[in-house]
C-alpha cells in the first residue's frame, strides 16, 4: 500500500447477499468477497477512509431490492458504525449518490475499486470515475461476474467476460492491479 497516496479510497461496490441468488448463473473468482474483506481488514487498520456501495434496487424481482434477503451486505464486506455508504439505483456509484461530492469536498482523489459485478456496476463506476478525473486502481481478485451470452449469441465464461472487461478499463479509465500488490 505504500506507492498509494494515504488516503487513497476502498470502495466496495453491491457486495450485497443477493449475487448469492441462484438466478445470476456460474461466476468466476469465488473467494473474491474474502479477498475484498481482506482489503477492507488492511484499509481499516491503516486507517486509510473506506466507502461502501450498496444497490437498492427498484425492480420488483431484483434479488437487491430493498426488503429482501439478497439486500443485506456479505458478512465479510460489512460496513462498521461510521464508515460511510452510499445507496445507488443505477449501476454507476456516481449517479444521484452524492459520490463525487463526497470525495472532492475531502481531497480523495484515489480510488481503489473492488466489487460486483466486473462487467456492470464495477465497469460503469469505474469508467465514470475515470472519466471524472479520478485516478483508479481496480482490484481484479477482489472483484466477479456471471457467464453471459455475447452479441453473435456465443456462450461466454465468466472468467471471459471479466477478462474482457479488464482489458476494455485498464490503461485507460484504471490500473487494474491484484489484491497482494496493495496489502
Keep these: 500500500m505504500n506507492s498509494l497516496p494515504f488516503n487513497a479510497v476502498l470502495l ?25 474483506g481482506a482489503l477492507l481488514q488492511a484499509w481499516r487498520a491503516a486507517g486509510r477512509p473506506v466507502i461502501h456501495i450498496r444497490h437498492d434496487s427498484t425492480e420488483p424481482a431484483s434479488t437487491y431490492r430493498p426488503g429482501q434477503p439478497g439486500h443485506a451486505f456479505k458478512p465479510e464486506v460489512l460496513p462498521l458504525q461510521g464508515e460511510t455508504l452510499f445507496a445507488k439505483q443505477t449501476n454507476s456509484a456516481f449517479i444521484r449518490t452524492g459520490l463525487e461530492a463526497h470525495l472532492r469536498e475531502r481531497g480523495l482523489d484515489t480510488l481503489v475499486i473492488a466489487g460486483v459485478s466486473t462487467s456492470n456496476s464495477v465497469e460503469a463506476t469505474v469508467r ?35 477478462d474482457m472487461t479488464l482489458a476494455n478499463l485498464h490503461g485507460e479509465y484504471c490500473t487494474v492491479t491484484r489484491s497482494a500488490m496493495l496489502i
Excluded: Y
Design 128 to 162: 465514470m470515475a475515470g472519466n471524472l478525473g479520478f485516478t483508479v486502481w481496480l482490484v481484479e481478485d477482489a472483484c466477479f461476474t456471471f457467464d453471459r451470452i455475447d452479441w453473435s449469441g456465443k456462450q461466454r465464461t465468466a472468467q471471459e467476460v471479466h
Design 12 to 36: 466496495l461496490i453491491d457486495l450485497q447477499q443477493a449475487v448469492d441468488n441462484p438466478s445470476w448463473g456460474p461466476r468466476n473468482h469465488p473467494d473474491a468477497e474474502r479477498v475484498a
